[in-house]
């Protein structure tokens, strides 16, 4: 199966100061490997300042995105995790950890959501991922892999 999440699109123990920046620093990562260009990060970020904190799936966990659009090159993710938790205006605040996800079209935006759906509904994946101490423990962790399949 195609990785959900690459380790370039990995980072742990992020220092930032409020949710924005929050969503910059996961956008930033995908800007670097060519998914996005920069102009999705602010759609991102007017995402949730036009919709509310609807981003935030659960306790701990808020995965930024927008609609489809032509500033999106490739669908993919990136993740990282946040020394300290930031507040988005959710019940399920302090967030985390923050996914960010491009999709190129509508098809990919649902089925990418169903996979991301699927490792959130694993027992303690919230904590799992917080407790990610190397970029391939989480790696791993998300794909779905054991260490001697890679």
């Known amino acids: 199966m195609e990785e959900l999440i690459r380790r370039e699109n990995i980072l742990l123990d992020m220092e930032v100061n409020d949710w924005k920046e929050a969503i910059k620093a996961a956008g930033s990562l995908l800007v670097e490997t060519g998914n996005i260009t920069k102009v999705y990060i602010d759609e991102m970020i007017n995402s949730v300042l036009e919709m509310g904190p609807y981003i935030v799936l659960t306790k701990g966990f808020a995965m930024a995105h927008a609609?489809?659009?032509?500033?999106?090159?490739?669908?993919?993710?990136?993740?990282?995790?946040?020394?300290k938790?930031?507040?988005?205006?959710s019940p399920n605040d302090p967030v985390s950890i923050v996914m960010c996800l491009s999709c190129v079209d509508k098809e990919g935006h649902m089925a990418y959501l169903q996979r991301v759906a699927r490792v959130l509904m694993q027992k303690g994946i919230i904590e799992k991922m917080k407790n990610c101490k190397t970029i391939d423990e989480?790696?791993?962790?998300?794909?779905?892999?054991?260490?001697?399949?890679?």
């Open 138 to 150: 989480m790696y791993l962790l998300l794909n779905d892999r054991k260490e001697e399949e890679i």
């Open 85 to 89: 938790p930031v507040s988005f205006g």
């Open 67 to 83: 609609a489809p659009s032509p500033e999106v090159i490739n669908t993919a993710t990136s993740i990282i995790t946040l020394k």
